[in-house]
């Protein structure tokens, strides 16, 4: 049996819709509370014979993460070793999920599982210590970046909302990254269900959100979307300033994950994300 936390957001409802059928699961939101050890204690124990349990609940608004730092602390450190205190004492094993904003991203090279993380928001610091905390109760941690897919708010969604309302829309060419498709990620996450220690995953290819627009102009306008967009305008991530600083290069190396599973390049998956959009405009 399954435990996927946090399966009302983008990866947790990806991930529950990727079930094969059959495969027993359960899901929460909110209402079970990874912060409170009490909260999950009970609620495994409500459930026994829990196989695995994989956390995709988070406090993931990164800016908001700065204002709200207790908050952020709670479920972003403390929440995954509640989670893995709870799958020892149940024999089960713990899928966390972790991001590349525990790098400081001021290098230009793509980044292992072994390179030095230097957190640089509230959001990475207590993210980097939540994967701390979760391996050392001996669970799979699995870094990842710049989600994209159709269950929850993210910067791919907005961008096919713009394209198809605004003449003219401006996008960062100075941060660079490997964006992950939701259903990509979830796929991987079950094939590494039996799997200890730190991973990477994000889809081939390092890009800017720039090159991320031009090339969802493209395809979405091959698919027959009504795109309105005549000018995308590469502009420094300085135009946006914003409470959190975000990594100016976090591209991750995949090698290590790349034994497991098998990656495709981000677009074919964005291909794929822009059909699942079609029936919308059928
Ligand atoms: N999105 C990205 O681009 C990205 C990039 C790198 C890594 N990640 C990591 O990937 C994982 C999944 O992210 P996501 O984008 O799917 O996040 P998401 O859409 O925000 O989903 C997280 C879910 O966790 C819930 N939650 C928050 N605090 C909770 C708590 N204390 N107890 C139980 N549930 C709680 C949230 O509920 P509410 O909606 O009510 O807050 C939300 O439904 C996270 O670990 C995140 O750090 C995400």
């Known amino acids: 049996m399954l435990w996927i936390t946090g399966s009302k957001g983008l990866l947790g409802s990806a991930l529950c819709a990727a079930l094969p ?7 929460t939101g909110r209402e079970v509370d990874i912060a409170d050890l009490e909260s999950v204690r009970a609620f495994s124990r409500k459930n026994p014979g829990m196989t695995h349990i994989v956390n995709c609940a988070a406090f ?9 730092k207790d908050q952020a602390y709670r479920t972003n450190a403390v929440g995954p070793e509640n989670l893995a205190i709870v799958a020892k004492e149940s024999g089960a094993k713990l899928i966390h999920i972790s991001t590349d904003y525990v790098f400081d991203g001021k290098g230009r090279k793509p980044l292992t599982e072994k390179d030095p993380t230097g957190p640089r928001s509230t959001y990475g610091k207590t993210k980097l210590e939540g994967e ?23 910067f ?5 909302k713009m394209l198809q309302t605004q003449p003219e829309i401006r996008l960062t060419d100075d941060q660079w990254g490997r964006f992950t ?10 094939k590494m269900l039996d799997k200890e220690g730190l991973y990477q995953y994000a889809n081939m290819g390092v890009a800017t959100k720039y090159e991320f627009g031009l090339a ?9 979307f009504p795109i309105m967009t005549d000018a995308i305008i590469p502009v420094p991530g300085s135009c946006f300033p914003a409470p959190c600083e975000r990594p100016t290069y976090s591209a991750f190396d995949t090698t290590k994950i790349e034994q497991i599973v098998t990656i495709r390049h981000w677009r074919e998956a964005l291909k794929d994300f822009l059909c699942e959009q079609m029936p919308a405009y059928s």
């Open 21 to 27: 059928e059959g495969v027993p699961f359960l899901e």
């Open 60 to 68: 993931s608004q990164v800016d908001a993460a700065e204002d709200f």
């Open 132 to 154: 701390e905390r979760a391996l050392n109760q001996g669970a799979c941690v699995i870094r990842t970046s710049w989600i994209f897919g159709s269950g929850g708010k993210n």
């Open 156 to 160: 791919v969604s907005k961008l096919l």
């Open 181 to 190: 498709y939701a259903p990509d990620l979830a796929a991987a996450i079950l």
């Open 216 to 224: 969802m102009r493209e395809e979405a306008f091959l698919l027959g």
